[in-house]
């Protein structure tokens, strides 16, 4: 087994839509050890987290965070441990523009 430690996704949104920020590729098993949002804007914004299983359609049961607000020029950081499976998808939305995030983990192959 190969264990690659790295950032695993880069993203910064378009508003309202919920975009996918990491596929689990083919063959690996992901961790999540930590996701860092961070706003860019002065104004206060919200995010959604949510995991999708085998990249099943978006479902409210796969929210890990749901419209949770965010101050302007803040940053939010979840250490976590998330396992995720071949195809399994994390996706993000905010309500605005310039709200980065950032996942941090490792990839078992």
Excluded at 8 to 17: E, G, I, K, M, V
Aim: charged letters at 10%; glycine letters at 6%; a negative charge.
């Amino acid at each position: 087994m190969t264990e690659s430690y790295h950032v695993l996704a880069q993203l910064s949104p378009s508003a309202n839509t919920l975009t996918t920020l990491y596929t689990a590729p083919a063959l690996t098993t992901t961790t999540i050890s930590s996701i860092v949002i961070c706003n860019t804007n002065s104004v206060a914004s919200t995010f959604r987290v949510s995991i999708k299983v085998n990249g099943a359609e978006d479902n409210i049961k796969q929210y890990l965070y749901y419209d949770l607000p965010l101050l302007g020029n803040d940053t939010f950081i979840a250490t976590i441990g998330i396992t995720l499976g071949t195809g399994d998808i994390v996706a993000v939305q905010t309500n605005m523009t310039n709200i980065s995030f950032n996942l941090f983990g490792v990839e078992i192959q």
